[in-house]
């Protein structure tokens, strides 16, 4: 069965910017870190995973309105005071030369008006397994994105957090061992108990990781925690039924804010987009790997694609 390699763009090369020395530049001086080490981390996984669709997920709006106006800490921490997220500066202009590499070499980059890159991630996943296509890894450094496992779909999570070369491949008993949750839906329920510092999400007072798990193995799912809390009759400490009842509101709408959209309105759409193929123009990708000091990395990318998917 095919396998579509679904990326979360911005993990990789904010990874790369800070995993690459800065002193990696262009023949003119321009750095360019961010784009040889994304080349690099994406020539990694294709040589690893010899998908036969590629798609780099992209954040057509990191903090989408929608989600702040649920819950307006949602990322609040990660807004410079002009209103934009902090990337730093000499990272932001290599940002279109990624976009612009990607084009070259015929790799699909994907995105949606008014969502972020995991739920493209998410649509992408849904749509390739729903029509029967096989199996999905998606690859991120973001742990919100373990929600997404599924076995039964043929979903995995490639949790690149600690590095793209031996990054794990997390199947539901990779989630079961690491967080005491059964499945990506599961992971999904215990985050929005423990809550997320790097998303601004506050969770429930009292409730950490290990007691969300609990919580979920004692009673099913959140709906079935939320329930258990309001029912007089369930067994629970009042210090930790007063708090979840108090943070019924709460709950609800961060359930909805950390929830991956499955359906968004992802660009480009057919399936068939995302195939793997060689090179728009060689040419082109020639000169733009030495424009740009990155001659190797696409040469060796552009030789990988030329092999095609594993047989």
């Known amino acids: 069965m095919s396998t579509l390699l679904a990326v979360d763009a911005a993990t990789l090369y904010f990874r790369a910017f800070y995993g690459v020395p800065s002193s990696v530049r262009a023949p003119d001086g321009t750095p360019v870190n961010a784009l040889r080490g994304y080349l690099d981390m994406t020539a990694m ?34 807004v410079a005071q002009e209103g934009d997220e902090e990337v730093p500066d000499e990272l932001a202009p290599q940002v279109p030369l990624v976009a612009e590499a990607l084009s070259l070499l015929g ?15 998410a649509t992408l996943a849904r749509r390739w397994t729903d029509a029967g296509r096989g199996a999905v890894d998606v690859v991120s450094g973001d742990r919100d994105l373990l929600q997404l496992v599924d076995d039964d779909a043929g979903v995995r999570v490639v949790y690149v957090g600690k590095g793209v070369r031996d990054a794990p491949a ?28 790097s998303d601004g999400l506050p969770g429930i007072a009292g409730i950490g990781e290990k007691s969300a798990a609990d919580l979920l193995r004692q009673h099913g799912d959140l709906h079935a925690v939320m329930a258990a809390a309001a029912d007089p009759s369930r067994p629970m400490s009042p210090a930790r039924r007063a708090r979840l009842v108090e943070s019924l509101t709460y709950v609800v709408k961060a359930l909805e804010v950390v929830s991956c959209v499955t359906d968004a309105p992802v660009e480009p759409a057919a399936e068939d987009s995302w195939l793997l193929g060689t090179p728009v123009d060689d040419g082109r990708l ?26």
């Open 286 to 311: 020639e000169a733009f790997g030495e424009r740009w000091g990155c001659a190797r990395q696409v040469a060796r990318l552009a030789d990988l694609l030329r092999a095609g998917p594993a047989a």
């Open 107 to 121: 790799l699909a980059r994907v995105e949606a008006a008014g969502f972020e890159a995991d739920d493209v991630c």
């Open 45 to 78: 996984l294709l040589e690893r995973f010899r998908p036969e669709a590629y798609a780099a997920c992209w954040d057509a709006d990191w903090r989408p309105a929608w989600r702040t106006d649920l819950l307006p800490s949602y990322k609040a921490h990660r």
């Open 170 to 197: 997390l199947t539901a008993a990779d989630l079961q061992r690491l967080y005491g949750v059964a499945d990506g839906r599961g992971y999904l329920h215990m985050s929005v108990l423990r809550g997320d510092p």
